[in-house]
């Protein structure tokens, strides 16, 4: 009986091990979760850095 | 029966009455007076002999010889001229009949009504009781002209073959006379008493098949339906016809000629000692094979379904009893070889364990792919995900607000889709694989099973791998 328990142990501790990755735009962030390189955290998501300076609502940057 | 009277001298007053109008009648008499024959009067012979008997006065002889001169020619004259001798015989009664019969038989008669009062004159005595004399009934002999029961024919003479024979029968076979073109006659026409019914002597060749001739085509020539010695043209009559081999008589098989007239050997239709069959021919495999065995593994000659056939049923020997090589695999276990090898043919528990794991190998694939399937799921549900993550990003630049409210519901589609993969999606993905790998091993060994143990033993016995052992 150890032996079943002990394979779905190995799978389901494989199975955590594969995430799928995600694109990280509008991913929640803060500053325990900071975004990858290349996006920025604004309004506690993940936006690209090099967005345009009108896009949106979101203000010119300094 | 009317008796026959020697004629008598006559008187002065006969000769006046009844000789001197018969010689006139008769005009003159043979041979000095009479006539000269005509034709169609009859045979010159009997006309001759008639008119002598008249002139020699031996009238009762010469009634008969007018009648049967009347009877080869019927004329008027010749009856006439029998009541005219008759008469002058002084035999009234006969006379009176023969007259009669001329007028019955020729009414319109030149002499008829002379014929007519010699009737009346005869009735007249006759009614006096004055008869004449009877003429006496002479000894008859064949060759007298005259036809008397017993006789078929009487020509006037005792000649053969002139159409009535010297015995008074007509010249014919078995009639007992030999005449031309009769080599015998024996009276009859019965066969086989010596001289046959068509007068030839009762011997073979002679057309008649008598006791104890079979049969009698008139010849002595073979394989025309009846052969010499007269026994009929076939096999197992002593003569040599067309088409055969041989004839000895008999019906006997193996004396050197057999019943079929073909020459004692295998192959030759007939059966004889020493053989199991003999089918007439020396193809192999049609039931009786050359050298007349019946066709079968073990009679030495390799046919259909053998590989080999050393004409034994010994295993070990190069060719086993089931007519295959010896050796691992086909069936006969001998020296050498342990039972592992030899199944006898195909092991039903090796069958079906090959069936049974190539179709649990099959069902677990293919429950194996609808796992992965179902385990895939999540995973495609993230990945539709991510694109519309992306999708948003790329709009960003246009309306940053919107892209993320539609990134922010994507990231959590995509964020549940994670989940469930980590926590079902990708479990079921690796036992499938899991499972498929199993299954896929389980086909193949079913398979390997069927094929390593089943075919080899079906491939015994295919005729297009013939191997000849003798």
Same mark, same amino acid.
């Given at each position: 009986?150890?032996?079943?328990? =002990?394979?779905?142990?190995?799978?389901?501790?494989?199975?955590?091990?594969?995430?799928?990755? $995600?694109?990280?735009?509008? #991913?929640?962030?803060?500053?325990?979760?900071?975004?990858?390189?290349?996006?920025?955290?604004?309004?506690?998501?993940?936006?690209?850095?090099?967005?345009? !300076?009108?896009?949106?609502?979101?203000?010119?940057?300094? | 029966?009317?008796?026959?009277?020697?004629?008598?001298?006559?008187?002065?007053?006969?000769?006046?009455?009844?000789?001197?109008?018969?010689?006139?009648?008769?005009?003159?008499?043979?041979?000095?007076?009479?006539?000269?024959? %005509?034709?169609?009067?009859?045979?010159?012979?009997?006309?001759?002999?008639?008119? !002598?008997?008249?002139?020699? =006065?031996?009238?009762?002889?010469?009634?008969?010889?007018?009648?049967?001169?009347?009877? %080869?020619?019927?004329?008027?004259?010749?009856?006439?001229?029998?009541?005219?001798?008759?008469?002058?015989?002084?035999?009234?009664?006969?006379?009176?009949?023969?007259? #009669?019969?001329?007028?019955?038989?020729?009414?319109?008669?030149?002499?008829?009504?002379?014929?007519?009062?010699?009737?009346? @004159?005869?009735? @007249?005595?006759?009614?006096?009781?004055?008869?004449?004399?009877?003429?006496?009934?002479?000894?008859?002999?064949?060759?007298?002209?005259?036809?008397?029961?017993?006789?078929?024919?009487? +020509?006037?003479?005792?000649?053969?073959?002139?159409?009535?024979?010297?015995?008074?029968?007509?010249?014919?076979?078995?009639?007992?006379?030999?005449?031309?073109? *009769?080599?015998?006659?024996?009276?009859?026409?019965?066969?086989?008493?010596?001289?046959?019914?068509?007068?030839?002597?009762?011997?073979?060749?002679?057309?008649?098949?008598?006791?104890?001739?079979?049969?009698?085509?008139?010849?002595? &020539?073979?394989?025309?339906?009846?052969?010499?010695?007269?026994? #009929?043209?076939?096999?197992?009559?002593?003569?040599?016809? &067309?088409?055969?081999?041989?004839?000895?008589?008999?019906?006997?098989?193996?004396?050197?000629?057999?019943?079929?007239?073909?020459?004692?050997?295998?192959?030759?239709?007939?059966?004889?000692?020493?053989?199991?069959?003999? +089918?007439?021919?020396?193809? +192999?495999?049609?039931?009786?094979?050359?050298?007349? #065995?019946?066709?079968?593994?073990?009679?030495?000659? &390799? $046919?259909?379904? /053998?590989?080999?056939? +050393?004409?034994?049923?010994?295993?070990?020997?190069?060719?086993?009893?089931?007519?295959?090589?010896?050796?691992?695999?086909?069936?006969?276990?001998?020296?050498?070889?342990?039972?592992?090898?030899?199944?006898?043919?195909?092991?039903?528990?090796?069958?079906?364990?090959?069936?049974?794991?190539?179709? !649990?190998?099959?069902?677990?694939?293919?429950?194996?792919?609808?796992?992965?399937?179902?385990?895939?799921?999540?995973?495609?549900?993230?990945?539709?995900?991510?694109?519309?993550? /992306?999708?948003? /990003?790329?709009?960003?630049?246009?309306?940053?607000?919107? !892209?993320?409210?539609?990134?922010?519901?994507?990231?959590?589609?995509?964020?549940?889709?994670?989940?469930?993969?980590?926590?079902?999606?990708?479990?079921?993905?690796?036992?499938?694989?899991?499972?498929?790998?199993?299954?896929?091993?389980?086909?193949?060994?079913?398979?390997?099973?069927? $094929? *390593?143990?089943?075919?080899?033993?079906?491939?015994?016995?295919?005729?297009?791998?013939?191997?000849?052992?003798?």
């Amino acid at each position: 009986m150890r032996a079943p328990s =002990l394979v779905v142990s190995l799978l389901l501790a494989l199975a955590a091990a594969c995430e799928l990755p $995600t694109p990280p735009f509008g #991913r929640a962030c803060d500053a325990e979760n900071p975004c990858p390189d290349g996006y920025l955290c604004d309004e506690e998501a993940c936006i690209p850095e090099d967005l345009p !300076a009108d896009a949106g609502t979101l203000d010119a940057g300094p | 029966m009317r008796r026959w009277l020697e004629p008598k001298a006559p008187d002065a007053r006969y000769n006046a009455l009844v000789l001197v109008p018969l010689v006139t009648v008769l005009g003159v008499l043979a041979p000095s007076g009479a006539p000269a024959p %005509r034709p169609g009067d009859g045979p010159p012979d009997l006309v001759a002999k008639a008119y !002598a008997a008249a002139e020699e =006065l031996r009238y009762c002889d010469a009634v008969p010889l007018f009648l049967a001169l009347h009877e %080869r020619a019927p004329q008027a004259k010749h009856l006439y001229r029998a009541a005219e001798v008759a008469y002058a015989a002084r035999d009234h009664r006969m006379a009176l009949d023969l007259y #009669r019969s001329v007028l019955a038989a020729y009414p319109t008669f030149e002499k008829a009504r002379s014929v007519a009062g010699k009737i009346k @004159q005869l009735e @007249q005595l006759i009614a006096r009781g004055d008869l004449g004399e009877a003429c006496a009934e002479p000894a008859r002999s064949c060759g007298d002209w005259v036809v008397v029961p017993g006789e078929q024919c009487d +020509d006037g003479n005792l000649e053969d073959g002139d159409g009535c024979d010297g015995n008074c029968t007509l010249s014919a076979c078995g009639n007992g006379v030999r005449t031309g073109g *009769e080599a015998c006659d024996d009276g009859n026409l019965l066969d086989g008493d010596g001289c046959d019914g068509n007068c030839t002597p009762s011997t073979c060749g002679n057309g008649i098949a008598a006791p104890p001739e079979e049969c009698d085509d008139g010849n002595q &020539v073979d394989g025309d339906g009846c052969d010499r010695g007269c026994v #009929r043209s076939g096999c197992g009559n002593g003569v040599l016809g &067309v088409d055969e081999q041989c004839d000895d008589g008999n019906a006997k098989n193996g004396d050197g000629c057999d019943r079929n007239c073909t020459r004692s050997r295998c192959g030759n239709g007939a059966l004889q000692s020493g053989e199991e069959c003999d +089918d007439g021919n020396a193809l +192999d495999g049609d039931g009786c094979d050359a050298g007349c #065995r019946s066709t079968r593994c073990g009679n030495g000659v &390799v $046919t259909a379904g /053998e590989r080999c056939d +050393d004409g034994d049923l010994e295993d070990g020997d190069g060719c086993d009893s089931n007519c295959t090589p010896t050796g691992c695999g086909n069936g006969i276990v001998t020296a050498g070889e342990d039972g592992a090898c030899e199944g006898g043919g195909p092991d039903e528990g090796v069958v079906l364990l090959g069936g049974g794991l190539t179709f !649990a190998g099959a069902a677990l694939t293919v429950s194996s792919l609808v796992l992965a399937g179902f385990g895939a799921v999540p995973a495609l549900d993230h990945a539709a995900a991510a694109a519309a993550i /992306e999708e948003a /990003e790329a709009s960003a630049g246009d309306d940053l607000d919107a !892209a993320l409210e539609d990134a922010r519901a994507a990231q959590a589609a995509a964020s549940d889709a994670n989940r469930r993969w980590q926590s079902f999606g990708a479990p079921l993905v690796v036992a499938a694989a899991a499972s498929l790998v199993v299954g896929v091993a389980l086909g193949a060994t079913g398979i390997w099973l069927w $094929t *390593e143990n089943v075919a080899p033993v079906a491939a015994v016995g295919d005729p297009n791998d013939e191997e000849r052992i003798p």
